[in-house]
């Protein structure tokens, strides 16, 4: 079965620095997706960056990068130049490819992130 | 609609009541999951559509619950005889295809008292 581990419950870090979450799956299937979700406080849940497994290059989106180490099986996510608007829980999702026959995605248990002024 | 919507935003139940949750997703979305959120965890998976099939019912806790899409669209989620640990919020959640970006809903909050 598949799993998602993120091991960090809780980070904080100062407005305009650089922080890294962490996230390690664990799965024997090739072909897969990788997604980083936000969840601000109160508000809708919100798709930061999604990564395909058979892709080699990171993935990036503005400040957000991610560090894809497929023999690893690791998914951290990178925030540059954080803001405040960054706070709130991210969480690392999998989901096997759209021929596996299943459509579950395994979401983490999540990091919550705190932007310091 | 701009975003997917979900109702009621709370719930309250007495234990062994039968509720009943509304998704309208986006227009046009093939794609439709259902989660249960606990407080504090991530979402865990229930259920999953395509248009009107029900292709993945593999999270479902047990027989109380009932997820239908009838006309591949509005969806609703049904728990029967509800009890406490039946407590969180529910997210429903649409996109385009399986592994094509997923737009959350608000949740619904649901307490079973």
Redesign the interface.
Known sequence: AQT?TQSQPEMSVQEAETVTLSCTYDTSESNY?LFW?KQPPS?????VI?QEAYKQQNATENRFSVNFQKAAKSFSLKISDSQLGDTAMY?C?F?K??TSG?????????TRLKVLA | GA??SQSPRYKVAKRGQDVALRCDPISGHVSL?W?QQAL??????LT?F?NEAQ??K??LPSDRFFAERPEGSVSTLKIQRTQQEDSAVY?C?SSW???D??Y????TRLTVL
């Open positions: 998602v997706y979700y508000r809708q849940m919100i798709l999604r969480f999702a989901m490819g759209a299943t459509y579950k995605y395994i979401f983490g248990t999540g | 975003g997917v999951f989660y504090g965890q991530g979402p865990e998976f999953y395509q292709l993945d593999s999270g997210l959640a295809g399986l592994t970006t997923q959350f809903g608000p949740g």
